[in-house]
T-cell receptor, first 114, second 113 residues
Framework: AQSVTQPDIHITVSEGASLELRCNYSYGATPYLFWYVQSPGQGLQLLLKYFSGDTLVQGIKGFEAEFKRSQSSFNLRKPSVHWSDAAEYFC????????????FGDGTTLTVKP | EPEVTQTPSHQVTQMGQEVILRCVPISNHLYFYWYRQILGQKVEFLVSFYNNEISEKSEIFDDQFSVERPDGSNFTLKIRSTKLEDSAMYFCASNLREQETQYFGPGTRLLVL
């Protein structure tokens, strides 16, 4: 069975500082990996995804993530955080046979200090 | 840009009542999904649907739940007899092919009293 762990429930960073949100997955084969962002009361917006190929993927809003098979990780990064980045971030893993059946992590809440 | 839409945005119902949540997936998409998110918790897969039948469902998706694509555009989730613990945000999603990005709707917030 596939699973996702986001070790950090809550992270606080200062505006302009760099950000890294951790994600570890468990899956028996090559996973499909996603990062989503959710603002309060809103739906899920896809930030980026990894299906295959280059392990460093670029997403929207200046985010990037790196797939490391040896560490079963797919950490999300941003070099300089903006106040508008404050939200909940979810990592998800999809099955190769059915990428739509995604398993989500518990989420990390990001607070940005002025 | 095409998007997935969901109605209603909010629904309040009494325990034991039936509710139908509606979704309009992106028009050329073929795979459809429902997820739910209980307040403060993670998003959980409920069911996937392709070619007019369920392709996979989770243990959450018991006999109280059903899905239907009644016409060429709508995709519905029915909860036959709601329970308090069905209170959650329900997200619909769709994609054109399995191994492609799925697009989520804005969600329907269901409150069961």
């Amino acid at each position: 069975a596939q699973s996702v762990t986001q070790p950090d429930i809550h992270i606080t960073v200062s505006e302009g500082a760099s950000l890294e949100l951790r994600c570890n997955y468990s899956y028996g084969a090559t996973p499909y990996l996603f990062w989503y962002v959710q603002s309060p009361g809103q739906g899920l917006q896809l930030l980026l995804k990894y299906f295959s190929g280059d392990t460093l993927v670029q997403g929207i809003k200046g985010f990037e993530a790196e797939f490391k098979r040896s560490q079963s990780s797919f950490n999300l990064r941003k070099p300089s955080v903006h106040w508008s980045d404050a939200a909940e971030y979810f990592c998800a893993v999809g099955a190769v046979t059915n990428a739509g059946k995604s398993t989500f992590g518990d989420g990390t809440t990001l607070t940005v200090k002025p | 840009e095409p998007e997935v839409t969901q109605t209603p945005s909010h629904q309040v119902t009494q325990m034991g009542q039936e509710v139908i949540l509606r979704c309009v997936p992106i028009s050329n998409h073929l795979y459809f999904y429902w997820y739910r998110q209980i307040l403060g918790q993670k998003v959980e897969f409920l069911v996937s649907f392709y070619n007019n039948e369920i392709s996979e469902k989770s243990e959450i998706f018991d006999d109280q739940f059903s899905v239907e694509r009644p016409d060429g555009s709508n995709f519905t989730l029915k909860i036959r007899s709601t329970k308090l613990e069905d209170s959650a945000m329900y997200f619909c999603a769709s994609n054109l092919r399995e191994q492609e990005t799925q697009y989520f709707g804005p969600g329907t917030r269901l409150l069961v009293l």
